[in-house]
């Protein structure tokens, strides 16, 4: 059974960091777009960045660019979204997932596989 399960939430205040992973189990994750998502209360999902099983490139949102930054260890099984200079509308849940598309998740798409539980980030004074 495919599970996906992300880690690392926590409460954090503006301008701290955090660094959240998405491990595997039952699926390798080389070789597969891997994309994190959030869910703030009373909004969509949305993408926030994506990294490539092709090549490795990595992909952000406009508003994450620059602070996040998305990586892999398939030694591990894990992606990884490190989280810096966080903002109070940094504040969702946020879920990893396999995707078709890097570029898709980055215009706003919401597709995905093997949903997890998500985890809690909250920005806050």
């Known amino acids: 059974q495919v599970q996906f399960v992300e880690s690392g939430g926590d409460l954090v205040q503006p301008g701290g960091s955090l660094r959240l992973s998405c491990a595997a189990s039952?699926?390798?994750?080389?070789?597969?777009?891997i994309g994190w998502f959030r869910q703030a209360p009373g909004k969509e999902r949305e993408g926030v960045s994506c990294?490539?099983?092709?090549?490795?490139?990595?992909f952000y949102v406009r508003s994450v660019k620059g602070r996040f930054t998305i990586s892999r260890d398939n030694a591990a099984n894990t992606v990884y979204l490190q989280m810096n200079n966080l903002k109070p509308e940094d504040t969702a849940v946020y879920y990893c997932?396999?995707?078709?598309?890097?570029?898709?998740?980055?215009?706003?798409?919401?597709?995905?596989?093997?949903w997890g539980q998500g985890t809690q980030v909250t920005v806050s004074a």
């Open positions: 039952g699926f390798t994750l080389a070789g597969y777009h």
């Open positions: 990294i490539s099983g092709s090549d490795g490139n990595d």
């Open positions: 997932a396999k995707v078709a598309r890097c570029l898709a998740v980055i215009a706003g798409g919401r597709n995905g596989e093997f």
